[in-house]
């Protein structure tokens, strides 16, 4: 029998590790198999008592643990958007290192949510749907749309957000003028490929018109130091929201709390 792993790439937040534990549950009833949430790094600087008494999981002792049983079928199933250098360097020399002290064993890494050049068209009704709700909670109408991801320094991620935002324009229509920036990137030319800033799109914005509402459509799986009711997309909101006032920035739902992903998941295995 397979071992299924749901992994990300994990964070010090506890509501990401909750959040992850709550997807896999969903997915384990939907696939009617059990999967287990671990986090690459990161998670285990959470203290239990803020995860229901409940340590998070790693993957590298997991992995040691697991295949140190006799567990030799396991399918690692990735809660990332794009081809990381986490799934596509650190998980295979990971796998390597198991294999040199227990063993040989079977691990297959599922696609990743959005594999390209095929796509994800059903990412892109969830982000259109979160917008949608964040619209209508906010009683506006979406026409300035900022599609905002962590950033990356690697080309084959950032396409992943390029392909989404074409497709969320198109979804969109012409009316609604969409932009996209990140909220980390390298200095220097040479990433000028990862996109702006945050804060200096939202600040240009204003700038030009203080009066039309800023839609953010948020490209995370869950809350941690970017997303969530306390990260730095809050702060940046604030701050922005303080220097040109009457403006307006609304935040849409994060696609981990979409019921969209479960299908997208159980679809990769």
């Not at 950033?151 to 935002?165: D, F, H, K, Q, Y």
């Not at 929201?241 to 696609?255: G, H, K, Q, T, Y």
């Amino acid at each position: 029998m397979r071992s299924i792993l749901l992994v990300d790439n994990g964070s010090s937040r506890p509501d990401s590790t909750l959040n992850l534990r709550r997807i896999a549950e969903r997915l384990a009833e939907r696939v009617g198999e059990p999967v287990r949430p671990v986090s690459l790094l990161h998670a285990d600087r959470v203290p239990a008592e803020r995860l229901d008494g409940r340590p998070a999981e790693i993957l590298a002792p997991t992995l040691r643990r697991l295949v140190g049983a006799g567990v030799r079928d396991l399918r690692l199933l990735p809660l990332f958007f794009g081809p990381s250098r986490a799934l596509t360097r650190f998980v295979p020399e990971l796998a390597a290192e198991v294999t040199a002290e227990l063993g040989p064993f079977r691990l297959e890494i599922a696609p990743e949510l959005c594999p390209l050049p095929a796509g994800e068209p059903r990412l892109v009704e969830i982000l259109a749907d979160n917008l949608a709700a964040a619209a209508k909670r906010a009683a506006i109408e979406p026409r300035r749309v900022v599609l905002v991801d962590h950033g990356s320094p690697i080309p084959e991620v950032t396409a992943v957000r390029r392909r989404l935002a074409l497709g969320l324009a198109e979804r969109l229509g012409p009316d609604v003028r969409l932009e996209e920036a990140v909220m980390e990137r390298r200095p220097g030319p040479e990433y000028d490929f990862n996109g702006p800033l945050l804060e200096e799109v939202l600040s240009r914005l204003a700038e030009a018109d203080r009066a039309t509402p800023i839609l953010l459509s948020m490209l995370f799986l869950s809350a941690g130091r970017h997303a969530g009711p306390d990260g730095d997309i809050a702060q940046i909101r604030a701050r922005i929201e303080a220097r040109f006032p009457p403006l307006r920035i609304e935040v849409s739902p994060l696609v981990g709390s979409h019921p969209g992903l479960i299908e997208i998941l159980a679809s990769r295995l």
